[in-house]
Nanobody, 122 residues
Framework: QVQLVESGGGLVQPGGSLRLSCAAS????????MGWYRRALVNQRELVAT???????NEADSVKGRFAISRDNAKTTVYLQMNSLKVEDPAVYYC????????????????WGQGTQVTVSS
């Protein structure tokens, strides 16, 4: 079992900043990628940003230059620094980790956090 604990969502005015955190724990053997996705209202969940075990990052065009993904040295916590937030950014933001879990027996890992709400309003 892998647990993902997200934090950092909230209400911010347009142009403001928020920093999301997601800490992974549990039966993790290795994490190949960590990322953030979001879903607004009835829309489908969409990719926001990902970071690989090698440090490579990928961001959606809509957030490039405004959002930055990073992780801690232990590579078990991923962050999303969100700057210059816009009225189109509100959504529930979900953390995702991919890799392999388990101990003596390994299995594919693709886990999601519970989501954290980001609201942008004046």
């Amino acid at each position: 079992q892998v647990q993902l604990v997200e934090s950092g969502g909230g209400l911010v005015q347009p142009g403001g900043s928020l920093r999301l955190s997601c800490a992974a724990s549990g039966s993790i053997f290795t994490l190949s990628a960590m990322g953030w996705y979001r879903r607004a209202l009835v829309n489908q969940r969409e990719l926001v940003a990902t970071i690989t075990s090698g440090g490579g990052t990928n961001e959606a065009d809509s957030v490039k230059g405004r959002f930055a993904i990073s992780r801690d040295n232990a590579k078990t916590t991923v962050y999303l620094q969100m700057n210059s937030l816009k009225v189109e950014d509100p959504a529930v933001y979900y953390c995702n980790v991919k890799g392999r879990g388990g101990g003596s027996f390994l299995y594919p890992l693709d886990s999601w956090g519970q989501g954290t709400q980001v609201t942008v309003s004046s």
